[in-house]
């Protein structure tokens, strides 16, 4: 796949001057400017690296009276085309700083230092020796056997950089203008034998603040939800990235249509995913089509469905998590631009067939497959493409009433109900009660969008559970399309214990067979320890599915209401899980932080709530015994502070306002 280029770099600015005097000047970039290509920078390229030689240097060069006169005048070019606006995130940063682990030297004179977590980023290198020398760095993910570099998943991609020394006492240096996917760093050429000090790791990404945490007493879980923070963070560059390492690190558009809400615990990404819906905009085609990679450094408009409704899905997100209808708003236009495309590709029998990928990357038998070959494991483009444009139906349906839409509104019912019917009538086998050949995802999506009748919810929710109990044995069985909604489909049918399982396994497939096998952060592939270096990028987040979801909004009970978004009220249904004695999170959302943590306690649990200053929330207590339930202390007769709203079967549902609550009761 070529990758499109965007010309070479321009500068436009304009520098206004205020003196203490109050007089004014203004500075321009024009033709009397100077460049010169002597400097130390020999070449650059976020996949091959950059080369440095510091003998080049010329001091001062950016300070008042700096002679350039052997310099080049710059070169006046025209202006780039659309819209100048502001950067709507924070820029790309060094964000962390990790010192090595560990430094070995499996080759006479080449050694390698091991950081001990897979990143994003580049080394800051100290040294000192003779002018001349020339020390090379080679980044990976992984080790040879023999403890040497591992470098074939990288494809063609060098990911190297080289700084020859200019000969001072103590010389240190990082590049600028590159970045490597790496846990382990090989340096040759180094002027002595280097020590752990001699390097550092920079954790280099877009800076967004942390917005969440979650901890258990479980501890598979806490290294699985570490590897996924790592991951996601590695994968932060003015876009959602899928890799970092290799030569491709594109904003896959597939990989991001719901886990991103995930992210949103993590992270602040408004402004990011904001800027990376515009992004899609930008790019979209006068008809509407949207490519499968945003912004199309691989142009890839190829009208399937799925991959680019994230560009409807998103904004939904944003809306949930931050109250954010602005979003909302500006891409509106678009989203119906798109909407209106793909409409054009129902088939004569009301349905939606436009699928490209399929349900990417179903764990395989075949340790070296990237993806399950058996028919059984398949979900037929018609059932993807259909559930995910009925999904995007019901979404611009909801935008549309928040805009006042009233015209769009009525469309856009008319059109889902319409797909709904259809598909019930053409997918779903009444005789044997699944959609299609009853694959895993062809169970989970009609689930998840509320596309099956409710008399027929239970034969379909069953299809599933003994699909993962038969067929992947207790394991994941979907790929990254059924992995963004099955934990949650899985919770809302009342088998969270599986989920939970999804999250304690070792053997593969699983997150924690990653984790057993080395992993510090999430696998392209379940198998990626074996399968295709060519599709084995050890730092991906596509199969993080819901998992980050479900541990924040199912076992930790901290969820936005979409009727009051942006958790101006909370939905707190915690799954008291059984083999999980504790779990604690918070998150900082926008009226700020909400904690919850519950622990078990002999035959009782202890739930300590903390709500945000002018919101509320509606707490589910799993309990058959409302009358045991206290709160600080207190029997809720005895409170003023708690409404008991109403009983359920083995839940009591309350309401309160912000503040911390300290609630026992007995499940």
């Keep these: 796949m070529r990758t499109v280029s965007y010309d070479t770099p321009r500068l436009r600015l304009q520098l206004e001057l205020e003196y203490a005097d109050s007089t004014r000047e203004t500075v321009i970039s ?17 996949y091959d690296g950059e080369e440095y030689d510091a003998r080049r240097e010329m001091p001062g060069w950016a300070t008042a009276g700096f002679k350039a006169d052997h310099w080049s005048f710059a070169e006046v070019v025209k202006a780039p085309a659309g819209m100048l606006s502001a950067p709507m995130l924070n820029p790309i940063r060094v964000t962390g700083t990790l010192h090595p682990v560990s430094l070995t030297e499996p080759e006479t004179r080449v050694f390698i230092f091991d950081l001990g977590q897979n990143i994003s980023g580049w080394c800051r290198l100290r040294m000192h020796g003779a002018a001349g020398f020339k020390v090379t760095l080679r980044h990976a993910e992984r080790l040879n056997p023999d403890g ?8 063609s991609a060098k990911a190297t950089d080289t700084y020859t020394l200019k000969g001072a006492d103590q010389e240190v240096w990082e590049p600028r203008f590159t970045y490597h996917g790496f846990r382990y760093v090989e340096v040759t050429g180094f002027p002595g034998r280097p020590t752990l000090d ?4 920079r954790v280099v990404n877009d800076d967004l603040e942390i917005a969440g945490d979650f901890t ?4 598979m879980i806490n290294r699985v939800y570490r590897n996924m923070v790592w991951g996601v963070r590695d994968n932060y560059r003015s876009m959602p990235t899928d890799c970092p390492q290799r030569d491709e690190r594109q904003g896959w558009l597939g990989d991001r249509s719901a886990e991103c809400r995930g992210e949103s615990y993590l992270f602040d990404i408004n402004a990011l995913y904001a800027k990376w819906t515009q992004d899609m905009t930008d790019s979209q085609k006068t008809n509407g089509s949207i490519s ?3 912004p199309p450094y691989w142009s890839l408009f190829s009208d399937n469905v799925v991959w680019p409704s994230s560009a409807v899905m998103i904004p939904g997100i944003l809306l949930d998590q931050y109250a954010d209808a602005g979003v909302v708003a500006r891409q509106y236009p678009g989203m119906t631009k798109w909407m209106d495309h793909m409409a054009t590709f129902m088939t004569t029998n009301g349905l939606m067939a436009k699928d490209k990928y399929g349900d990417w990357c179903v764990p395989p038998a075949d340790p070296k497959a990237i993806h399950s070959k058996d028919p059984a494991q398949k979900t037929a483009p018609e059932i993807l493409a259909s559930s995910y444009f009925y999904r995007c139906l019901k979404l611009m349906t909801r935008y549309a009433k928040v805009l006042d839409q009233a015209d769009d509104v009525r469309r856009f019912e008319t059109m889902a109900a319409a797909l709904k019917s259809a ?3 053409k997918c779903y086998h009444s005789d044997t009660g699944f959609y299609g050949n009853g694959s895993q995802t062809a169970c989970v999506l009609p689930l998840a969008f509320d596309l099956v009748p409710a008399n027929e919810r239970n034969r379909v929710f069953q299809r599933l559970v003994d699909k993962i109990a038969n067929e992947s044995h207790g394991h994941v069985g979907t790929g990254l399309v059924g992995g963004q909604w099955l934990n949650r489909v899985l919770t809302e049918g009342g088998r969270a214990d599986l989920a939970f399982g999804f999250g304690t396994n070792t053997t593969y497939p699983s997150w924690g067979y990653m984790v057993e096998n080395g992993a510090t952060t999430i696998w392209e592939l379940w198998n990626g320890d074996t399968a295709n270096p060519a599709m084995n990028s050890g730092n991906h987040v596509m199969l993080v599915g819901d998992f980050v979801i479900w541990l924040y909004e199912n076992l930790a009970g901290i969820k936005s209401d979409p009727e009051m978004p942006g958790f101006k009220h909370l939905l707190m249904k915690p799954e008291l899980v059984a083999g999980l004695n504790q779990v604690k999170a918070w998150h900082l959302s926008p009226y700020g932080r909400i904690e919850s943590e519950w622990r078990r306690e002999n035959d009782r649990v202890h739930w300590q709530i903390t709500v945000p200053p002018n919101c509320t929330a509606t707490v589910s207590l799993p309990t058959r015994d409302p009358n045991l339930i206290t709160e600080s202390g207190k029997t809720l007769d005895k409170t003023t502070s708690v409404t008991l709203q109403h009983l359920e079967i083995d839940q009591a549902i309350l309401e309160i306002g912000s503040g911390t609550y300290q609630f026992q009761f007995k499940p």
């Excluded at 033709?31 to 390229?45: F, Q, V």
């Excluded at 040497?148 to 494809?155: A, F, K, P, S, V």
């Design 198 to 201: 001699s390097l550092d790791g």
């Design 216 to 219: 258990c007493s479980q501890p």
């Design 423 to 425: 598909f019930n009538e």
């Design 292 to 294: 499968d990679v945003c």
């Design 148 to 155: 040497t570099l591992y470098t074939e998943n990288l494809r």
């Design 30 to 46: 024009d033709a009397s400017w100077r460049c010169t290509l002597d400097g130390p920078i020999l070449a650059n390229n976020e």
